[in-house]
Each structure stands twice: as C-alpha cells, then as structure tokens.
C-alpha cells in the first residue's frame, strides 16, 4: 500500500468514528443508549439493517465464494423477501404494541422469566461467537497485509467500535451505519467497474459473462433436491426463510435497528426495503467474484491466494513439491492463453458464440487446476499442520492489493473495515442491551437508578468488547467465513424461532411445556450438526422451530391432563 491508500482509509474510517460520536452527543439515559431515541425514518433503518447484517465477511468472504463457486450462494437469499413480509404483518405489532427494549421481554409476558432468560442465554453464545467471527476476518487481512500480530489487530479493530458504541451506544450505531453503506454500496459498484475495465480488449461484461458461464460460474438456479447440498433454491426458498425469520424477527441484532423507527410504518418500511435490495446486493457481490475469476483467466493467478501460507510451504520440507506445482500452473495457464486468445479474437470480430471444442478445453484446464490447487493445500497442511489451508477469503483481497490502482486501495479496504465496524457495532449494542435488560436489570440488581444502569450499559459494551477480542484472537479461520456465521446461528435460530413462534402462534401451551421442548430441541440439534451433518445446517433451521412447536404442544397435552 502506497501513502496514499493510507490516508484514504485513515481519512474514511476516522470519519466513521468522529461522525459516530458527534451525531449520539446528547445520549444521557440507558433507555436512549440501549434502544435509541426510536425515532428514525424507514430509508435509515433499512440502510442499518443492511449494514447489520453485511459485515467484513460479505464483502470479503462472498466474492471468494463467488470465484470458488459461481452464483449458486445468491440462492441462499431467495427466502429473505417472504422472511420480510411475514415479519413486518405478524411480528412487528406485537413489539410495537409492548414497546420493548429488547425482543426477549415479550417472552416474560407471554411465558415466564424462565423463558426470558433461557432465550437470551442461547443468544448472547451464538451473537457473541458470530461477533467473534465478524472481528477476525479484518483481522486477519490487516494482519497479512501490514505483518501485525493478529491479537494486536484484533484488538485495535475493536477499541474503535467500542469507543464510539459506548460513547452513543444504540444511536451511534444507527446513525454511523447510514454513513458506512454509503461508503460500503458506492466502493462495492466501483470495485466491479474496476475488474471489467481491466480486461482486455473485446471483452465486456457480455463477453466474460459468457467466459465465466464456460464452467458454470454464472449458473444461478439449482433446481435439484439434495440434503447435503448447502445451496439450492428449495434449501434458500424453505431453509434459509426459517433462518431469516429468527435472525430478523429474534435477533436483538436486528431487532433492535427496527424498533428505533419513528412508527410501525416506518419500521415496516425498513423491513421491506431490505428485503427488496438484499438479493440483488448479494448478486452484485458475488458477481465481483466472478469477475475476478474471468480476470484471473487473463492474469496469472497464484496458486494459492493466502501469502503467509505460500510463505511457510516455501521455507519447508515441501518446498520443492509446492515449486513443481507451480510449475504445471504456469504450465495450463499458457495453455488457457492460447486458447482465450483464439476466443476474444472471434469476440472482436462479433461472434459471440464460444465453440464447443474450446469450451470443453477450458473446462478441463479449470478441472486440472483445481486439482493443482488441492495438492497445494495439502501441502501448506504437511508444512504446517495447525492451518486452515482454504484461501477463499483471501482472493478478493490478493486482487485489491494486487491490481488496483493507488487511492482506491485505500477506499476498498475501508469498505471492508466499515462493514466489519457497522455489523460488530450493532452486535455489541444488542449483546449489551440483553445483558443489561434481560438479566442484570431483571434478575441481578433490580433496585437502582437509571443513571446506574446508563453508566452499567458502558460497561457491559467494554466487557463484550474484550471476550469477543479473546475469542477472536484464538479462532481459526473457516472453510469459508460467511458459511461460518450461518452456520453458528443454525445451530441456535432454530430453537429461539421455535419459542417465538409458540409464544405468537401456540396459545395454548404455556411456558414449562417450551421450557422444555427448547430444551430438547437444542439437544437434538447440536448432536445432529456435530455428529451427524454439517452440511444440512440450513435444514436445521425449520427442524429445530418444527421440533419445539411440536414438542411444546405435545407436552402441553400431557400436562394438562
């Protein structure tokens, strides 16, 4: 990075921070710090729900999905329109009519504190470990990228979200996020236009799209039926609603951008507007991958993505082996030239037809090389044991480094940083207001004024900051980071739905019987994930709302009679 990229992000990201801290100036009362002044318009807090849910991991993590794996993870975000609609007529009245601080006081009333706490529990582990996560993938970037310890990175990354978080608490996460997708949204459009217009000649969006097609990169729809397959449209339309109608609708998270709304219109609004742009959003993403998968079809790639694993292999006993596999790289890469070469001539003449010969050759090439790089990741795995060895979060990031011009670097790096402080802040605000509201006010010191829970509030949201720093710092880094948020959450959501949706649903059953079933059911989930498939985790998001509506009402029955 030259000087001039540094002063670009110091300049963007001491913005955030100072904006941040002017704008929640006035905040003087924990129901203000906790819940804000509830009085944002719809375009706001659409714009904060967004920025909740797209941290660093989206804007690092999904076009290394987009390179690996092509289109197919848009899917995912096909259930999320329906999660909106169904929220913003079932769910938000019943929070607005309550005017809760936070979404687990409405489980008090309609069950039990047993139930309040039991709920915010499963929520603060699973918010707490995807916080964590949301902290280590800028992490880990600013730590290859500057030669930083990564416990030192982590741990700068976060004193500045907490500075401001505490500062304003949840009106400086509101108010920055409007400034931070408007850093996040223009950066991600300009990085497009940045890959397009460094391929050559002849080849333009059409073309390469055509190119990226070759070996299904492009392919969208998988209308097959597979447990094991993370991605189709039954798993994104059936799954992935269940898992977006927890998130949403029980996630303090999110819950508590909405409930910061001026109105229930307002509210409503802001749920509807990010269901109508988050599709294509993540299309846009994920279209940046692909195209930086055409461009390294053009521009020798490395091997393997990730610099400080390339570094170890090479300085070990499996250096000559990782050299030999470079070599049959460079190898098929000449051989892919040759025939690009032949298509993009035919493409400047107008023929925009890739002959079937030429495409079968490029899809073996790309089978070949993908073969080279598992060999590769096996070895970086022999040189050192304790790795990851997957570098799908380091392409976008190689390519941002490697090819961008001076300046944008810079703005490119602050959009990550910006959405990775957007998420981490809303998380810290929710962790802190269901620690204060749901069991330090309600259960542990229940008699004090507000100026005490105010200056409690600072703390607890310093307090988070530090475990999710020490659970940061020893994570290691997933298959693939994005993957890992959902499926944390999958693990928990389920259940947590489950609850919500008896309490709304089920007026029947009271709150011993869901005590217990939720009980049950996170038992029976956390066997499955971990002992039984992993790869279904998307499924366990209905299973586990199924399991404790059924078991609730079951034991209902029994204990009625």
Known sequence: MQIFDWIVLALALGGVVVYGMWRSRNIDSSENFLAGK?????WSIGLSIMATQASAITFLSTPGQGFSDGMQFVQFYFGMPIAMVFLAVFVLPVYYKLRVTTAYEYLEQRFDLRMRMLTAILFLIQRGVATAISIYAPGII???VLGWNLAFTNFLMTVFVVLYTTTGGSVA???????QMGIILSSLVLAFFLVLFQLPDGVGLVEAWQIAGVTGKTQVIDWSFDWA????????????????????????SQVGRYLSGK??????????FNGIIKVPMQFLVLAV?????????????PLHFNQVHRDKVEHSAQASEFKQLETRDEALFAQKQTILSGITTEMQRGNTTIPAEAQEQLKQIERQRNELRAAAEILIKKADPGVDAKDKDYVFINFILEHIPTGLVGLMLAMIFCASWGSTASQLSALTATSVSDIYRRSIVTDRDDTHYFRVSRWFTV?????????????????????????VGSIFYGTILG?????????????KAVFQAAVITQIIIIYLFFFVNKDAYLWYNPLGCGLVMGTGWILQQFQNR
């Open 38 to 42: 509830r009085d944002l318009p719809w």
């Open 142 to 144: 600013l730590s290859v």
């Open 173 to 179: 996460v509101s108010r920055t996020q409007e400034l």
């Open 229 to 252: 397959d993370r991605y189709n449209v039954w798993s994104g339309i059936l799954g992935a609603t269940f898992l977006f109608l927890s998130y949403f609708g029980t996630d303090q």
């Open 263 to 272: 109105s229930l219109k307002e509210s409503r609004v802001g749920l509807l």
């Open 289 to 301: 991958g692909v195209m930086v998968f055409v461009f390294y079809q053009f521009n020798a790639p």
């Open 463 to 487: 307090g988070w900051g530090i475990i999710i720093v020490v659970f940061a710092t020893y994570a290691d880094l997933f298959d693939n980071l994005i993957q890992a948020v959902n499926m």
């Open 499 to 511: 609850i919500f949706f008896t309490a709304f649903f089920l007026k029947t059953v009271q709150g």
